[in-house]
């Protein structure tokens, strides 16, 4: 069974840097591409940024570029999303997910081709 858990969030100042973990159990890191999304309330899921198989190259949306850093630790089946130079803008739902690396031709937005998802981690800052 696959399983992926964010943690990591919470109530920060801001200026403030965290680091947000996805810990991933039953998942083949080896053909999965592990992304983060996220939400604000009533609004869609948006990405913020990909990590492609191997670690070679990542993508990161508009929003995401400069603060935003993905990574992955493959022996620790764990992706991270470092947020830096936190703003209240960022207060939202963080979620991690898994799509297969063959679907790396296609945008990183299409949730649909995102088969495992984890359930958030909530991240709110103040000002």
């Known amino acids: 069974q696959v399983q992926l858990v964010e943690s990591g969030g919470g109530s920060v100042q801001a200026g403030s840097t965290l680091r947000l973990s996805c810990a991933t159990t039953?998942?083949?890191?080896?053909?999965?591409?592990m992304a983060w999304f996220r939400q604000f309330p009533g609004k869609e899921r948006e990405v913020l940024a990909v990590i492609y198989a191997g670690r070679r190259s990542t993508y990161y949306a508009e929003s995401a570029k400069g603060r935003f850093t993905i990574s992955q630790d493959q022996a620790r089946q764990t992706a991270y999303l470092r947020i830096s130079s936190l703003k209240p803008e960022d207060t939202a739902t963080y979620y991690c997910?898994?799509?297969?690396?063959?679907?790396?031709?296609?945008?990183?937005?299409?949730?649909?081709?995102?088969?495992?998802w984890g359930q958030g981690t909530q991240v709110t800052v103040s000002s």
């Open positions: 039953g998942l083949s890191e080896v053909s999965n591409c």
């Open positions: 997910a898994a799509r297969p690396c063959l679907y790396s031709y296609r945008p990183p937005n299409l949730k649909d081709d995102y088969r495992y």
